[in-house]
Structures are given as structure tokens and as C-alpha cells.
Antibody, heavy 121, light 106 residues
Framework: QVQVVQSGAEVKKPGASVKVTCKTS????????MHWVRQAPGQGLEWMGI????????SHAQKFQDRLTMTRDTSTSTVYMELISLRSEDTAVYYC??????????????WGQGTMVTVSS | DIQMTQSPSSLSASVGDRVTITCRAS??????LNWYQQTPGKAPKLLIYDASSLQSGVPSRFSGSGSGTDFALTISSLQPEDFATYYC?????????FGLGTKVEI
């Protein structure tokens, strides 16, 4: 069955960077866009960006312009999200989520379990 | 950015009630409007995509309607497992924005 499994929780100091892993299985990796969404404690959902697994092309929210990098490894069906220059406001659960079809406008039908990233001195 | 406004922000209901949550977009999103359910400590779950299509495996008591800027999620007969937070989301443009959520409580 389709699975999306993320790496474990991280604790980082302000100014550091974090890289979250999202390993997929059970479907054709290159046929579905992948998204990154985060949720600060007690808050709503915030979309961060999208990656096309075949082409490797990305698009992201303007607020993450200079800090967010999304990559993929087609040999292991894995996508990665790296956020640099971390600040306390980046403390959140980070999710990867699959687009349900081959269209970048599709809804997110399969989500990872989430990765808690805590930024604290 | 397209702003998504949900109402109400919270509601109290009983098992068996009919519940409707609305979502308004600051500009047209055509039918690229999705609904998710989230329970505490869990990832969101897709309920409705493209405004009115029921995601596979989701009970038929959930339905969606609307197009353009005004949308609604209806739960025809609330069940105990439906007490959760519901989010609308537009995927029409970047960034893919979410509403702030509606918490459905007992």
C-alpha cells in the first residue's frame, strides 16, 4: 500500500539548519507531486512548497524564499526538505504530503506522520 | 496570496446533528477547493477534493459544495469520530493556502 514515512524529531539551535526526510513506497514515485506543510504548536496548516519528483523542479511560498530547499532521490523514492537559518518561529511539525494525481493543482491525499522540529537555545 | 476564511471557527454539536462549515476565498479558486479533517496529534486526512468529490474510503455522510469563492462542507449526521478540526484549502494558485480551521466539539 501507499506509504509516506518521515524522519524523526529534531532539536536545533537558532541559526542552525534541519533536513527532514520523506520516504515513499507503494506507488510510482515520479508520477505524483510532493508538498511540504508545517504546523506550529496549536496553530493551523501552512503550505511551504512543492517538488516534482521526476523533473526535480520546485516552487515555494515567498516567505521561505531564501531558506527552503526541496530535493529528491528517485533511486530511493525519497524527498528531502532543508530549512536553514532556523529561528524559534520555525518550531513546528513538518509534514510531507502527496498530490493525489499528476496535476500540481491536486489535493493532498497521503500524508507523512509528521516530524517535530524544535528550535531552542 | 488567496485568503481562505472559514466559519465558524468552532462549534458545539451532538451526535446525529447536521453540521455545515463554510469557506470563502478572497478570489475565485474555480473548483480547486479541498477539505481535510485533523484530530489531535495526527496528520490531516483528505475528505473532499475538487469542491465536491468524495475521497476514497471517506463515509458518505461527508459532502462538499460550491465553486468560485463560496464553499461548504456538510456532515449529514455527526458521529463520535467526527469531532475534530476541519480545514479548507485552495490549490488553484501558489501558495496553496489553508483556512484557519473549524473545531467541531461535543
Amino acid at each position: 500500500q501507499v506509504q509516506v514515512v518521515q524522519s524523526g524529531a529534531e532539536v536545533k539551535k537558532p541559526g542552525a539548519s534541519v533536513k527532514v526526510t520523506c520516504k515513499t513506497s507503494g506507488y510510482t514515485f515520479t508520477s505524483h507531486y510532493m508538498h511540504w506543510v508545517r504546523q506550529a504548536p496549536g496553530q493551523g496548516l501552512e503550505w511551504m512548497g512543492i517538488i516534482h519528483p521526476r523533473a526535480g523542479s520546485t516552487s515555494h511560498a515567498q516567505k521561505f524564499q531564501d531558506r527552503l530547499t526541496m530535493t529528491r532521490d528517485t533511486s530511493t523514492s525519497t524527498v528531502y526538505m532543508e530549512l536553514i537559518s532556523l529561528r524559534s518561529e520555525d518550531t513546528a511539525v513538518y509534514y510531507c504530503a502527496r498530490g493525489r494525481g499528476g496535476n500540481s493543482l491536486d489535493a493532498f491525499d497521503v500524508w507523512g506522520q509528521g516530524t517535530m522540529v524544535t528550535v531552542s537555545s | 496570496d488567496i485568503q481562505m476564511t472559514q466559519s465558524p471557527s468552532s462549534l458545539s454539536a451532538s451526535v446525529g446533528d447536521r453540521v455545515t462549515i463554510t469557506c470563502r476565498a478572497s478570489q475565485s479558486v474555480s473548483s480547486y477547493l479541498n477539505w481535510y479533517q485533523q484530530t489531535p496529534g495526527k496528520a490531516p486526512k483528505l475528505l473532499i477534493y475538487d469542491a465536491s468529490s468524495l475521497q476514497s474510503g471517506v463515509p458518505s455522510r461527508f459532502s462538499g459544495s460550491g465553486s468560485g469563492t463560496d464553499f461548504a462542507l456538510t456532515i449529514s449526521s455527526l458521529q463520535p469520530e467526527d469531532f475534530a478540526t476541519y480545514y479548507c484549502q485552495q490549490t488553484y494558485s501558489t501558495p496553496r493556502t489553508f483556512g484557519l480551521g473549524t473545531k467541531v466539539e461535543i
